[in-house]
């Protein structure tokens, strides 16, 4: 099953004023997921549609996730540094650098316990970017 992820934020970068929404849509458009998450970045956001659409979108075929978001999708694949691991659990890294190491390890890890490809695509080929978008 073939699924797109996307996110938009208002104002990102700007802690406390973020506005995050988060997108999973299906190859023909159909848009099977739409949460409002609150202050997330936008990277933060589009991590958290891959988790989404690894987590509670159900199906019986394997699943084929596209993002346009390369550092979403490289995070997904490959997960946190040595270095970023070791800084987490030393609890060297503070709020809200651990927010987003926290989600790229339970993308990553969902990704490695499931039988699921993450590939980036072009924006203008990102479906559920359209949907988000058009509505």
Same mark, same amino acid.
């Given at each position: 099953?073939? /699924? !797109?992820?996307? +996110? ?14 988060? !997108?999973? +849509?299906?190859?023909?458009?159909? *848009? /099977?997921?739409? &949460? $409002?998450?609150?202050? $997330? ?7 958290? +549609? ?29 997960? /946190?540094?040595? $270095?970023?691991?070791?800084? /987490?659990? *030393? ?10 190491? #926290? ?6 890890? *969902?990704?490695? &316990? ?9 924006? #203008?080929?990102?479906? +559920? ?7």
């Amino acid at each position: 099953m073939k /699924l !797109y992820v996307d +996110a938009t934020t208002l104002h990102n970068g700007k802690r406390g004023f973020q506005k995050t929404t988060i !997108y999973v +849509a299906d190859e023909n458009g159909k *848009l /099977l997921f739409s &949460e $409002y998450i609150g202050d $997330y970045t936008i990277n933060e956001g589009e991590l958290r +549609a891959i988790i989404v659409a690894i987590e509670n979108i159900k199906t019986n075929e394997s699943k084929h996730i596209f993002s346009d978001s390369q550092i979403a999708v490289n995070r997904t694949l490959k997960g /946190l540094t040595e $270095y970023e691991t070791q800084a /987490l659990k *030393l609890g060297i890294v503070k709020f809200p650098k651990n927010q987003f190491f #926290e989600i790229v390890q339970k993308a990553h890890k *969902l990704f490695t &316990e499931n039988s699921c490809v993450v590939e980036w695509v072009p924006r #203008e080929q990102n479906i +559920a970017g359209m949907v988000a978008e058009f509505g």
